[in-house]
C-alpha cells in the first residue's frame, strides 16, 4: 500500500542534480549515500543526474517519535520505494520524458520494490548493479542483532567499501531487516524495460550468483560481468562502468 505522505515527504529528501540531457535517477546502496556515484558522474554528464539520499542520510529526514510510521517501516524499502517513485514523478512532470534508473546493492532492492508497488510507466531502462531480488541465503551484509554490534560491523564495512560518507546505524539496522526479508524475484521477471544488469566477480557481500540470477530472469536483460572487481564497483572501475552504463542508456 502507498504511504500517503510520500509526495510531501519527497520534497524533504535531500538531493542534487548534475549534467544536462535526459533525466537519470541514482540510488544509493544501504549504508552509503548519494556520494558513492560521484566517481562515475564524469563518464555521465551527457545525463541529468539526480542523486537522492534516502531518510537518515545526509541531511535528509530522520525519524522521531511520534511520525505517522514506526522507525522500523520508516526505514523500510517500502517507504524508500515510496519516496523514490514521489521523486520519479516530479522529474517525469518537470523534463516531460521518461526517466532512467540506476540502483547500486540496496539501490537494486528499492528499483525492484518501487516497480512492483508503482509499476514502470514513467520509466525508460534500468541498471542494476551489484544488487539481488532475493539476499537470502548467500547475501549477507551484516549479521549482528544489537544497535552496538552493527554499529561497529557497518564501520569496518565501511571502510572495506571506501565509503567515506555514511548512513546513521539505526537506520542501517532497520533497512536491512527489510532487504533481509524481502523476496523481489517476481518483480525481476515482469521487468519489460530494457535493461543492464552488472556484478562483480569478487563480490563477498552479494555473490555473483545473485546478478546472474537477475540477468537470466529479467526478460532480455543485458549482462556485465566486471573481473576481478568486488562489491564496490563504483569505485573500482567508474571509468569503464560509467561508459557502459552512458552507452546503454543512449540506445
Not at 554528464?45 to 537518515?56: E, K, Q
Not at 514523478?89 to 512492483?116: D, E, F, R, T
Not at 569496518?156 to 548512513?167: D, E, H, I, P, T
Not at 546478478?211 to 530472469?217: E, K, S
Amino acid at each position: 500500500m502507498t504511504n500517503p505522505d510520500a509526495s510531501r515527504l519527497a520534497q524533504t529528501l535531500e538531493w542534487r542534480e548534475t549534467g544536462a540531457g535526459a533525466p537519470l535517477l541514482l540510488v544509493h546502496g544501504i549504508q552509503g549515500t548519494a556520494d558513492a556515484w560521484s566517481p562515475l558522474l564524469p563518464s555521465l554528464s551527457a545525463w541529468r543526474c539526480v542523486l537522492p539520499n534516502l531518510p537518515g542520510r545526509g541531511l535528509s529526514p530522520r525519524w522521531r517519535e511520534g511520525a505517522r510510521l514506526s522507525r522500523d517501516r520508516y526505514y523500510h524499502l517500502d517507504h524508500y520505494a515510496d519516496l523514490l517513485q514521489a521523486l520519479l514523478l516530479k522529474l517525469h512532470q518537470v523534463h516531460g520524458q521518461p526517466v532512467s534508473l540506476a540502483g547500486w546493492s540496496m539501490g537494486v532492492s528499492v528499483i525492484l520494490n518501487l516497480l512492483a508497488r508503482h509499476g514502470d510507466a514513467e520509466v525508460a531502462r534500468l541498471v542494476l548493479i551489484s544488487g539481488t531480488a532475493c539476499a537470502t541465503p548467500g547475501a549477507v551484509w551484516f549479521h549482528g542483532d544489537s544497535p552496538e554490534a552493527l554499529a561497529e560491523e557497518a564501520r569496518l564495512r565501511a571502510q572495506r567499501l571506501g565509503l567515506k560518507a555514511v548512513a546513521d546505524a539505526e537506520a542501517v539496522a532497520a533497512t536491512w531487516a527489510s532487504v533481509r526479508e524481502a523476496d523481489l524475484r517476481h518483480a525481476a521477471r515482469g521487468i519489460r524495460r530494457p535493461t543492464l544488469v552488472v556484478h562483480g566477480e569478487r563480490d563477498d557481500q552479494c555473490p555473483l550468483e545473485h546478478g546472474q540470477w537477475l540477468a537470466g530472469n529479467i526478460p532480455q536483460a543485458r549482462w556485465m560481468r566486471l573481473a576481478g572487481v568486488g562489491h564496490a564497483a563504483l569505485g573500482a572501475c567508474p571509468e569503464d562502468l560509467g561508459s557502459s552504463m552512458s552507452t546503454f542508456l543512449k540506445h
